[in-house]
Nanobody, 126 residues
Framework: QVQLVESGGGLVQSGGSLRLSCVSS????????MGWYRQAPGKQRELVAA???????LYADSMKGRFTVSRDDAKSTLQLQMNSLNPEDTAIYYC????????????????????WGRGTQVTVSS
């Protein structure tokens, strides 16, 4: 059983930045791929970014160039640096672990694994 705890959410003005962290109870050396998802009110949960065990990264199109995902296996921490935030980024952000990572013709894919954190709220004011 992997427990994930997110932190770093909060209220920020449009154009601002936040850095989310997710700490895993299990050694991340045992975790292949991890991801960040978000869910806005009235919308389905969507993939934000994911990272493989070898550091390969993928981003949803609307996050490219603004968000950066990283992992520190020694500290069992997954992070998400979010810049140039806008009100459409307002959502609860969730950490996910042990998903499936795939690569095909230069494109990366991530399918959510069974472990989720409880989420951290990000609110961007206009």
């Amino acid at each position: 059983q992997v427990q994930l705890v997110e932190s770093g959410g909060g209220l920020v003005q449009s154009g601002g930045s936040l850095r989310l962290s997710c700490v895993s109870s299990d050694s991340m050396f045992n975790i292949n791929a991890m991801g960040w998802y978000r869910q806005a009110p009235g919308k389905q949960r969507e993939l934000v970014a994911a990272i493989s065990s070898t550091g390969r990264k993928l981003y949803a199109d609307s996050m490219k160039g603004r968000f950066t995902v990283s992992r520190d296996d020694a500290k069992s921490t997954l992070q998400l640096q979010m810049n140039s935030l806008n009100p459409e980024d307002t959502a609860i952000y969730y950490c996910n672990a042990l998903g499936s990572w795939g690569e095909y013709s230069g494109t990366y894919y991530y399918t959510a694994g069974p472990y989720w954190g409880r989420g951290t709220q990000v609110t961007v004011s206009s």
